[in-house]
């Protein structure tokens, strides 16, 4: 009954998770709970590229990201 199904790709991160895995989740049905995709100081071809693969995902960036890199993404 998780609300939320998080996803880290913060580098730095022991529970880094890579497109590799996420990839094969294109299909999974998450239920009620709602992918949250979690960055520090991501690329925007990183983040595009997850939203390609989690097109419903919430971001989240906890790093020093510009204003305008996160608007990129509404």
């Known amino acids: 009954n998780?609300?939320?199904a998080g996803f880290i790709f913060a580098e730095k991160s022991p529970r880094k998770v890579e497109h590799n895995f996420i990839a094969?989740?294109?299909?999974?049905?998450?239920?009620?709970a709602g992918?949250?995709?979690?960055?520090?100081?991501?690329?925007?071809?990183?983040?595009q590229q997850t939203r390609e693969i989690l097109p419903n995902t919430i971001l989240q960036?906890?790093?020093?990201?510009?204003?305008?890199?996160?608007?990129?993404?509404?």
Do not use: K
């Open 2 to 4: 998780a609300d939320f």
């Open 24 to 32: 094969q989740l294109v299909d999974f049905n998450f239920c009620q």
């Open 35 to 47: 992918p949250v995709s979690d960055f520090v100081n991501p690329s925007i071809q990183e983040v």
């Open 61 to 74: 960036f906890h790093g020093d990201e510009s204003d305008y890199l996160c608007r990129q993404f509404h």
